[in-house]
């Protein structure tokens, strides 16, 4: 089955800076590469998401890359805000299928 | 995205008792999920229900333990049976929409 890693499992940044978390997959079949937010005590939330079929894909601060061959992909969140700051999760799987988190990254961001 | 909500929000529960968490969507959905997430850690896949059909278990969960009901494409149900401490965690349902997965508020168990 699909293993998902995640590094760092901890980030701290200056407000401004920029952020990347990278995650690798183990499973060639997975196509769907989701990252959620989760701020303390609220739901995971969808952030954004690529597929297999693109490389990058952006939206406004947040950008995220894929390297099929390499199975990795990674989370770029640039000018960092204070409310950017919680636990990020990636996740790999099928579409239309579940998909496996990565055990999370907590990102701080200091003002 | 659909709305979801789950029922109870949170519960506290005496080991050797069963809960059953509800799990509500606004709009009809093929696949629901149902994972577990522990105090400060990620999310772990518990199964997969689908309308019509026995829910599929990741390893580890076992129907005896977690069963599941899915009488219809808006509503499903999680038990966690004969509850002891290691089950407090919180419990989320999560929903396939247009190719995207959300998640409902999930449940806050506390087993004492």
């Known amino acids: 089955g699909e293993n998902v890693e995640q590094h760092p499992s901890t980030l701290s940044v200056q407000e401004g800076d920029s952020a990347v978390i990278k995650c690798t997959y183990s499973d060639s079949a997975s196509n769907y590469f989701p990252w959620y937010k989760q701020e303390l005590g609220k739901r995971p939330q969808l952030i954004i998401d690529i597929r297999s079929n693109v490389g990058e894909k952006k939206d406004q601060r947040i950008a995220v890359t894929l390297n099929k061959t390499a199975k990795h992909f990674s989370l770029h969140i640039t000018e960092t805000q204070p409310e950017d700051s919680a636990v990020y999760f990636c996740?790999?799987?099928?579409?239309?299928?579940?998909?496996?988190f990565g055990p999370g990254t907590s990102l701080s961001v200091i003002p | 995205s659909a709305v979801i909500s789950q029922k109870p929000s949170r519960d506290i529960c005496q080991r050797g008792t069963s809960l059953t968490i509800q799990c509500q969507v606004d709009s009809q959905v093929t696949m629901m999920f149902w994972y577990r997430q522990q105090p400060g850690q990620s999310l772990t896949l518990i199964a997969t229900?689908?309308?019509?059909?026995?829910?599929?278990?990741e390893s580890g969960f076992v129907i005896d333990k977690f069963p599941i009901s899915r009488p219809n494409l808006t509503f499903s149900t999680l038990t966690v049976s004969n509850m002891s401490p290691e089950d407090s965690s919180i419990y989320l349902c999560s929903v396939e929409e247009a190719w995207e997965q959300y998640f409902g508020p999930g449940t806050r168990l506390t087993v004492t």
């Open positions: 229900a689908n309308q019509g059909s026995e829910a599929t278990y």
């Open positions: 996740a790999a799987g099928a579409s239309y299928d579940k998909v496996i």
